[in-house]
């Protein structure tokens, strides 16, 4: 059995073990002989997991059963004990443990009385190594909804900040940036006034802006980040293939500066900034953010070579987030690319089920959480994307995975599922917080379809 064999050390990213010794016994054991002329041979250990009904989904009520394997070579292991959490997704739930045989190890699920996802997270140690599989099992996702209130003023209160926004002056400026520059495309980083924390401040938004070389005109993307703190490049590819790009940051700082500077204050002044001022819907970091993506649309529609038909805004995650609540609160937006989307029903987990990025209401070690106040709970339903998408009339592009832990299923279905504008969504079930080549095509595909390029 490979428990009984002699390892030496990890060397590939799907964790290879390099060991020596004699083969194992024949019948349903693989041979772990070495192959002549080798003195050693690397095998690829993983822990498979999969919901037993293809598709991934069942209905509601009905039982759910994950299928177990551990692999090497992509041949099955013997023997080897496991550890698992089977559950709602991103709820907590009790560690059990058995013993995969040859043929596989069948774990039951239960079954859900409401639409939801159900995951089960298996565990493994191979010679003192550790292993992970993870699979999710929809239940009815297309009928899962909202836990998240709407707010009787929620356009009002939006139509307020955006009158706050207008009275500001864009003031661009522009620095062109010539090693980011192509004989296809112009790269500039570009800063844009826009409103500040208090009412009445300003403060400033940056980004790479791309512009096709030529007499245009040509149409626009706004292109939104995911979470942390980073610099930015610019889409000069999709701007070569004919837009012109805006790809911003969102922390009031340039874009263009050392790695070092966003490492800091990513650990340190901008650590958390998703939860600041959270207590105060007017105050909220993300007031700031929401608006910032206007502001960069406001630069987009008054560039000379714009085309004066087509503004699509793009993301994942926290960007998946922010195309929607920009294509919702901006009337100028003509589609939306959204994947894995963020800050969706964060509510969920004060109903007994998974909540959306960041978590910001999940319970902490069986206590409620330090952020479930009235007050911020209140703040949440003004950002909440599930707000925003049922105010979505532009066409729309979504992918996402059930295996994703960061953003889940169930708050992304959440919005999806009150959308009523056109919607089309790419599910790559196995998946988790990231996408596929296949996915990333599809959607590119899509966006300059939108467009009327090729």
């Known amino acids: 059995m490979l428990r009984s064999l002699t390892f030496l050390a990890l060397t590939t990213a799907l964790v290879a073990v390099p060991y020596s010794g004699h083969a194992a016994p024949s019948g349903s054991r693989p041979d772990w002989s070495i192959p002549a002329p080798a003195d050693d041979r690397a095998a690829a250990v993983q822990v498979r997991v999969a919901p037993e009904r293809a598709g991934w989904t069942y209905g509601v009520g009905e039982p759910v059963t994950f299928l177990v394997s551990v692999v090497a070579d992509q041949q099955p292991v013997e023997g080897v004990s496991v550890t698992y959490r089977v559950g709602p997704e991103m709820l907590d739930a009790a560690p059990q443990t058995a013993v995969v045989p040859v043929g596989g190890l069948r774990i039951t699920g239960g079954s859900l009385d409401q639409p939801g996802f159900i995951r089960c997270v298996v565990t493994a140690t191979v010679a003192g190594r550790s292993y992970r599989g993870v699979a999710t099992a929809g239940v009815a996702p297309e009928r899962i909804q909202p836990t998240q209130t709407e707010p009787a003023d929620f356009d009002a209160f939006w139509a307020a900040q955006k009158a706050q926004l207008a009275e500001i002056p864009i003031d661009a400026r522009l620095t062109l940036q010539p090693d980011l520059s192509t004989s296809k495309v112009e790269v500039f980083h570009v800063s844009l006034q826009n409103v500040g924390t208090n009412r009445g401040s300003v403060s400033r938004i940056y980004g790479i802006l791309c512009v096709p070389r030529g007499p245009g005109p040509f149409p626009a993307m706004l292109n939104v980040p995911g ?127 998974a909540g959306g990025w960041p978590h910001m209401m ?81 959607i590119q595909q899509w966006v300059l379809a939108q467009a009327g390029l090729k």
């Not at 837009?243 to 922390?251: D, K, R, V």
């Not at 998946?320 to 800050?343: K, W």
């Not at 009235?374 to 059930?402: C, E, H």
């Not at 953003?407 to 959440?414: F, G, H, L, N």
């Open 227 to 353: 979470a942390g703190v980073r610099p930015y490049r610019g889409l000069i590819d999709l701007a070569e293939r004919g837009f012109i790009t805006l790809q911003i940051g969102i922390h009031g700082i340039p874009v263009n500066l050392p790695q070092e500077l966003y490492d800091q204050l990513g650990a340190s002044a901008l650590n958390g900034y998703n939860v600041f001022n959270l207590d105060s819907r007017e105050r909220y970091y993300y007031r700031r953010v929401y608006l910032g993506c206007i502001r960069a649309n406001d630069y987009l529609v008054s560039h000379p070579a714009w085309d004066r038909r087509t503004l699509i805004v793009i993301g994942g995650s926290q960007g998946g987030q922010l195309s929607i609540t920009t294509a919702a609160l901006d009337p100028r937006v003509t589609a939306l690319a959204a994947n894995y989307p963020a800050y969706s029903d964060v509510t969920g987990y004060l109903h007994g089920r």
């Open 362 to 442: 999940r319970p902490e070690g069986g206590a409620p959480s330090l952020h479930a106040t009235p007050a911020k709970q209140a703040t949440t339903a003004y950002y909440d994307a599930v707000n925003f998408a049922r105010r979505l009339r532009v066409p729309g592009f979504y992918s996402w995975g059930y295996n994703d832990e960061t953003c889940p299923p169930t708050s992304m279905y959440a919005a999806y599922n009150v959308i009523r504008a056109p919607k089309r969504l790419l599910l790559a079930i196995e998946t988790g917080h990231n996408v596929t080549p296949e996915q990333t095509q599809a």
